[in-house]
C-alpha cells in the first residue's frame, strides 16, 4: 500500500516552466514504477511519464519528450518514502491539464503507459499554460 500527494500546480505562461512533487509514503514506496498522467477537460486521462524505482529507466511520451524530465528526488529517499519530480519546461498551452501522480503495483519493475496498470493514485494537480 502507498498514498501519494503531488504539489506544485499552478499557472505559468508559454515558454516557461513548472516542477511538480509526488511524495509516496508507505512500506512500499521505495518499490512502485511511478509515473505522471494528465487530463484536460473533455479528453481521456493520457500517460506522460514514468520512472522505474531505482531511476535506472524512464519512458515519456512522444508530446512531452524533451520537454519534461521526470526523475527522483534524493533528498527524500528511504525505504518508506520517496519523491518523484516532473520537471517541465518550455510549456505550451496544450499541456494545460490536472496532473496525477500514479504508482504501479509494488515489486513491478517495467514501466507501463496504460493507466489500467496504475493501482495507486494521487488526487490531481491543475496546471494552467497561459498567457
Known amino acids: 500500500q502507498v498514498q501519494l500527494v503531488e504539489t506544485g500546480g499552478g499557472l505559468v505562461q508559454p515558454g516557461g516552466s513548472l516542477r511538480l512533487s509526488c511524495v509516496a509514503s508507505?512500506?512500499?514506496?521505495?518499490?512502485?514504477?511511478m509515473g505522471w498522467f494528465r487530463q484536460a477537460p473533455g479528453k481521456e486521462r493520457e500517460f506522460v511519464a514514468a520512472?522505474?524505482?531505482?531511476?535506472?529507466?524512464?519512458?515519456?511520451?512522444?508530446?512531452v519528450k524533451g520537454r519534461f524530465i521526470i526523475s527522483r528526488d534524493m533528498a527524500k529517499n528511504t525505504v518508506n518514502l520517496q519523491m518523484r519530480n516532473l520537471h517541465m519546461n518550455s510549456l505550451k498551452p496544450e499541456d494545460t491539464a490536472v496532473y496525477y501522480c500514479?504508482?504501479?503495483?509494488?515489486?513491478?519493475?517495467?514501466?507501463?503507459?496504460?493507466?489500467?496498470?496504475?493501482?495507486?493514485w494521487g488526487q490531481g494537480t491543475q496546471v494552467t499554460v497561459s498567457s
Open positions: 520512472i522505474t524505482w531505482n531511476g535506472d529507466n524512464t519512458n515519456y511520451s512522444d508530446s
Open positions: 500514479a504508482a504501479q503495483k509494488p515489486f513491478v519493475q517495467q514501466i507501463s503507459t496504460n493507466d489500467d496498470d496504475y493501482d495507486y
Open positions: 508507505g512500506h512500499t514506496a521505495s518499490r512502485h514504477v
